[in-house]
């Protein structure tokens, strides 16, 4: 394969993943700019802090569809190349969390970019190189989200989900076996971006979401009464 055929596919890639749905649908729904809010991720869990739900929701499926347009793009241009369809979503995570298109100069004068933590997209590409995989994406991180009660656990549990169900494939024949370093290369980078949350996690500070935030909700309403 052209090795410049690659650089174009990842080149695209990178600048799928940088576009900042969760900025544009801040500044469309309610003209706030994630950046300056909460986290100041650009990703679904601080859209949905700084203007809701359903704006929130938006911006995961569009982060989920830019992640699979990338490997959907690397198969069509590149249809017996398997580790470009691997790597191309991982550089749209990179672009997702590191968007140039945000770029600013903070007040020392560098260069301050600003993105998500790249569940989303990681979850995209995951659904770009075996759909199904999605299912079980899904199921993982709604209990994480819902009842277990932390955003970045769930999206730590993306790549780690993928991962296990793309070896169980591979193990089968079904897959190849570079899917898995996807997962690998995935998950890294969510690891990194989600330091922060790391260490609340640790010392007990994470915030909480889904039901155990519900119920804290409740119990302070209650308490009040």
Known sequence: ?????????????????????????????????????????????NTIRAVGFWPGALTAVLDVLKGASTVWLAKCVAPDVAWVHMLAPIVAIIGHNYSLILAE????????????????????GALGLWAPSLLYILAV?????????????????????AGVVFAYQAAQGNLPWVYVLYAVLAEALLLWALRPNIRRLLNGTERVVGLRAWYAKRRAAQSKS
Do not use: C, H, Q
Not at 3 to 27: C, E, N, Q, S, T
Not at 37 to 43: A, N, P, V
């Open 105 to 124: 100069r903070d007040e020392t004068g560098r260069i301050r970019v600003y993105g998500g933590a790249g569940g989303a997209p990681a979850a995209g």
């Open 141 to 161: 991180g709604l209990v994480l989200f819902f009842v277990v009660g932390y955003a970045s656990v769930t999206t730590m549990s993306v790549p780690l989900v």
């Open 1 to 45: 394969m052209e090795a410049l055929r690659v650089v174009w596919i990842l080149a695209i890639a990178y600048w799928l993943g940088a576009i900042p749905f969760g900025y544009i649908i801040g500044k469309l729904y309610r003209n706030v700019d994630v950046r300056y809010i909460e986290s100041g991720r650009t990703g679904t869990t």
